[in-house]
């Protein structure tokens, strides 16, 4: 199978940086893309950032300018650089793959990894 493990939240003031970081492992084939969400409590979770298929960049509106997502396709990983934190983001982040497993007829399906909690105090 497939796990996704997001390490990198914590505790930190407004203004201050984090480095989310979200690995994938298990019987990968290939992976088509990542993304980070994010979930605040009593609400659906949202797009963060992801990567579009024609190598593009999404980023949610609320995180354009201040988040930075990237990749590292040999570790099957990707990062989520936090900068300029507010209060406001507060929330449950997760690591969304779109994974192809070394399965028989195996097709592509997402996975998500169990999120990390990142605070920002005032």
């Known amino acids: 199978q497939v796990q996704l493990v997001e390490s990198g939240g914590g505790l930190v003031q407004a203004g201050g940086s984090l480095r989310l970081s979200c690995v994938a492992s298990?019987?990968?084939?290939?992976?088509?893309?990542m993304a980070w969400y994010r979930q605040f409590p009593g609400k659906q979770r949202e797009l963060v950032a992801d990567?579009?298929?024609?190598?593009?960049?999404t980023y949610g509106d609320s995180v354009k300018g201040r988040f930075t997502i990237s990749k590292d396709n040999a570790k099957n990983t990707t990062y989520l650089q936090m900068s300029s934190l507010k209060p406001e983001d507060t929330a449950v982040y997760y690591c969304?793959?779109?994974?192809?497993?070394?399965?028989?007829?195996?097709?592509?399906?997402?996975?998500w990894g169990q999120g990390t909690q990142v605070t920002v105090s005032s």
């Open positions: 969304l793959a779109d994974v192809m497993t070394t399965d028989r007829g195996s097709t592509f399906r997402y996975y």
């Open positions: 298990g019987n990968i084939f290939s992976i088509s893309t």
């Open positions: 990567f579009q298929s024609y190598g593009g960049i």
